[in-house]
């Protein structure tokens, strides 16, 4: 058992990146002219982005800014799952933005059941929101990274712990 190799599969992102990105966002739509007098609300929960502006044009402006500026910072688009726009008070727009971290228990049998059927040898082992993945080589490891990493998941796939 000390000769095996192993890393974990998590979904996570970088808070504190988020975080700038969110406020160089909210700088770019004050210093930009079409978005100047929109009165643009960005506010950030634990969970969840909340835009509020005047028009839907403004709202897909704002979007895209934000979007641009976590691509710049090495964020998955992957974490922004958009929900309906919504009118707001006073004839403006909202949109609430859902941040996703984390497998999901089917997520998780899912990459579980691809690697296996890929490759027998390698052991999966499901422990809360990652996936541990075990193997006697480590050449079998980045086999495994690389056939998740050329699968399109609807999340953002991390390895960490690679040891």
């Not at 970088?14 to 406020?23: F, R, S, T, W």
């Not at 960005?42 to 979007?63: F, H, P």
């Not at 403006?92 to 027998?120: F, M, N, Y």
């Amino acid at each position: 058992m000390a000769g095996d190799s192993s890393f974990d599969i998590v979904s996570q992102f970088d808070e504190q990146e988020l975080l700038n990105a969110i406020d160089q966002t909210r700088r770019d739509v004050q210093n930009r002219f079409d978005l100047k007098d929109t009165k643009t609300d960005i506010v950030q929960a634990k969970d969840t982005i909340t835009i509020t502006t005047d028009s839907e044009i403004s709202l897909k402006s704002v979007r895209d800014i934000l979007e641009s500026k976590a691509i710049r910072r090495k964020l998955s688009l992957k974490i922004f799952k958009p929900g309906k726009e919504e009118s707001a008070a006073g004839g403006r727009v909202r949109q609430v933005i859902e941040l996703q971290q984390g497998i999901t228990q089917e997520q998780a049998k899912e990459i579980s059941k691809l690697i296996r059927d890929a490759h027998p040898k390698i052991r999966t082992q499901i422990q809360g929101d990652a996936v541990r993945v075990t193997a006697k080589s480590r050449d079998e490891l980045q086999a495994v990274i690389s056939l998740l990493r050329q699968t399109d998941y609807p999340i953002p796939l991390d390895f960490i712990n690679y040891r």
